[in-house]
């Protein structure tokens, strides 16, 4: 059982390339999200996905987009790579959205460490 | 969106010792949890709570959610080299969506 799977590991992106996160978790979740982390801050959601082909989004969405076409996968595009996007991003699943009675938390991946220079 | 904060930013501790962090919101939660980043890693929970009072462990770890419900707290007792990691408390107002994390408290033991 892989869980959440991102790839790649570690990216270096000139400014203005684009590049798209992937992330595939194969635990039939039905919510998806992407956070950001920046050094000696929390994590900060980006979007995230309650199903295929719904996506909403989180606490900072632009300069990034996510599509939804299968319940496996949620990727996260950055069409035009700033410097400010320089950050560890992680994806991350639940089953249902922290349902109390089961106690349901999120699994996240291990990360992606984008650089944009 | 909602500011946490966590105290403190980092510890710096002897194996053996007990450790206790604590996090505070401006706005009054209904579910708080704990988590637990190695580093290169991604966050894995630690303890969930629900309402305001409860205390729950888990091995080690005890977390309780304060009554005011603005702020929780985190305590491992007898720390071990394996502890060492960034701690992050994250919290959830009525049903919506989204939790809030909050900025972490770096750990390290030392042995």
């Known amino acids: 059982n892989a869980g959440v799977t991102q790839t790649p590991k570690f990216r270096i992106l000139k400014i203005g390339q684009s590049m798209t996160l992937q992330c595939a978790q194969d635990?039939?979740?039905?919510?998806m999200y992407w956070y950001r982390q920046d050094p000696g801050m929390g994590l900060k959601l980006i979007y995230y996905?309650?199903?295929?082909?719904?996506?909403d989004k989180g606490e900072v969405p632009n300069g990034y987009n996510v599509s939804r076409s299968t319940t496996e996968d949620f990727p996260l595009r950055l069409e035009l790579a700033a410097p400010s996007q320089t950050s560890v991003y992680f994806c991350?699943?639940?089953?249902?959205?922290?349902?109390?009675?089961?106690?349901?938390?999120?699994?996240f991946g291990s990360g992606t460490r984008l650089t944009v220079v | 969106g909602q500011q946490l904060n966590q105290s403190p930013q980092s510890m710096f501790i002897q194996e053996g010792e007990d450790v206790s962090m604590n996090c505070t919101s401006s706005?009054?939660?209904?579910?708080w949890l704990w988590y637990k980043q190695d580093p290169g890693e991604g966050p894995v929970l630690l303890i969930a709570?629900?309402?305001?009072?409860e205390l729950t462990s888990n091995g080690r770890l005890t977390a309780q959610f304060g009554i005011t419900r603005k702020d929780s707290f985190l305590n491992i007792s007898a720390s071990i080299p394996s502890d060492v990691g960034i701690y992050f408390c994250?919290?959830?107002?009525?049903?919506?969506?989204?939790?809030?994390f909050g900025t972490g408290t770096s750990l390290t033991v030392i042995p």
């Open positions: 706005s009054i939660f209904n579910t």
């Open positions: 709570l629900y309402k305001a009072g």
């Open positions: 991350a699943s639940s089953l249902v959205h922290f349902d109390v009675r089961t106690n349901y938390g999120y699994t």
């Open positions: 635990m039939n979740h039905n919510y």
């Open positions: 994250a919290g959830r107002s009525g049903t919506g969506n989204q939790f809030y």
């Open positions: 996905s309650v199903g295929a082909g719904i996506t």
